[in-house]
């Protein structure tokens, strides 16, 4: 495994993988990797010949009172979780070369950053998708794999490398979740232990939402009041947004007809959780 760190040097490697038609997967991350990127690096080796998993922990996509300088970085114990998955090259850019002083070009999603997660984070997506095409446009990958735990920044960057003619599969990976149902999250580690034990009322509650669904409740305001009460009794849980919409437009459903997801973020403490279920009926 080898460890990259200039724009140069990563492009000079490809340089002489793409000659040799070799297939290549990117898994982007910010590190502080967790089974849920394991299990991205996992399908990216069933289906590729080079893995390269970049670890960039991206200020653009933090806002000012946001926990960037706070967020979790390990970059050994990373570099021992890649390579016992085999990947092929990490690429750790610095935030000089990526944002150099005079930097001043973002890509920007219409509409969908400011529903959900943007109504809180308003320039959060606008960095996901500026650091996600910088990373396409240095490493050319033919397929980029993504988490569905992150549904939104899913729909976000697929809408951007449609509209923008990117030429790169998108592969999304199904949420990891612990054994309790918690999805896993870097973040997950700034939970008191009540808090902890509190977390998967969230996915509980999305759970039996979809069953809810399923029996023929079709009202999303019903749904989603259900999830309400139900994490609100059962923990100390502030809900950020708790949302059901449609999984392309990202707009509310006021009643379910066909396919769709329930969205959510909820702050425990100053610790955020996002979650999210689709469902579709017939
Ligand atoms: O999902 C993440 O970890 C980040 O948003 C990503 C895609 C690596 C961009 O910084």
């Known amino acids: 495994m080898r460890v990259?760190?200039?724009?140069?040097?990563?492009?000079?490697?490809l340089k002489t993988i793409k000659i040799?038609?070799?297939?290549?997967?990117?898994?982007p991350t910010m590190g502080a990797l967790?089974?849920?990127?394991?299990?991205?690096?996992?399908?990216?080796?069933?289906?590729?010949?080079?893995?390269i998993l970049s670890i960039f922990v991206n200020p653009k996509q933090f806002g000012p009172k946001e926990d960037f300088t706070q967020y979790p970085r390990q970059?050994?114990?990373?570099?021992?979780?890649?390579?016992?998955?085999?990947?092929?090259?990490?690429?750790?850019?610095?935030?000089?070369?990526?944002?150099?002083?005079?930097?001043?070009?973002y890509v920007f999603v219409d509409e969908l950053g400011e529903?959900?997660?943007?109504?809180?984070?308003?320039?959060?997506?606008?960095?996901?998708?500026?650091?996600v095409a910088k990373l396409l446009n240095i490493i050319t990958p033919d397929t980029l794999?993504?988490?569905?735990?992150?549904?939104?920044?899913?729909?976000?960057?697929?809408?951007?490398?449609?509209?923008l003619n990117i030429p790169v599969k998108v592969k999304t990976c199904p949420i990891i979740r612990e054994p309790d149902g918690l999805a896993m999250s870097s973040r997950n580690r700034y939970l008191s232990s009540r808090q902890r034990k509190?977390?998967?009322?969230?996915?509980?509650?999305?759970?039996?939402?979809?069953?809810?669904i399923q029996k023929g409740e079709h009202r999303s305001a019903a749904l989603l009041q259900m999830?309400?009460?139900?994490?609100?009794?059962?923990?100390?849980?502030?809900?950020?947004?708790?949302?059901?919409?449609?999984?392309?437009?990202?707009?509310?459903?006021?009643?379910?007809?066909?396919?769709?997801?329930?969205?959510?973020a909820v702050k425990f403490g100053s610790t955020r959780l996002i979650d999210n279920i689709e469902f579709k009926i017939k």
Do not use: W
């Open 198 to 212: 509190e977390a998967p009322i969230l996915f509980q509650s999305l759970k039996s939402a979809k069953k809810r």
């Open 145 to 163: 794999y993504l988490g569905q735990k992150d549904a939104q920044q899913v729909i976000i960057i697929n809408k951007m490398i449609q509209n």
């Open 34 to 51: 967790h089974k849920g990127h394991l299990s991205l690096i996992q399908k990216s080796r069933r289906e590729n010949d080079i893995i």
């Open 227 to 264: 999830i309400q009460s139900n994490i609100e009794r059962n923990s100390s849980g502030r809900i950020d947004y708790l949302e059901c919409v449609d999984n392309q437009s990202l707009n509310p459903l006021k009643k379910i007809t066909s396919s769709g997801m329930i969205a959510l």
């Open 75 to 105: 970059e050994k114990k990373d570099e021992l979780l890649a390579k016992k998955e085999k990947v092929d090259i990490i690429f750790y850019p610095s935030v000089e070369e990526l944002y150099p002083k005079d930097y001043l070009t």
């Open 115 to 131: 529903k959900l997660c943007g109504q809180s984070r308003p320039n959060h997506f606008q960095g996901v998708t500026t650091i």
């Open 4 to 13: 990259i760190k200039s724009i140069k040097s990563i492009r000079t490697f």
């Open 20 to 27: 040799k038609n070799k297939r290549i997967g990117l898994v």
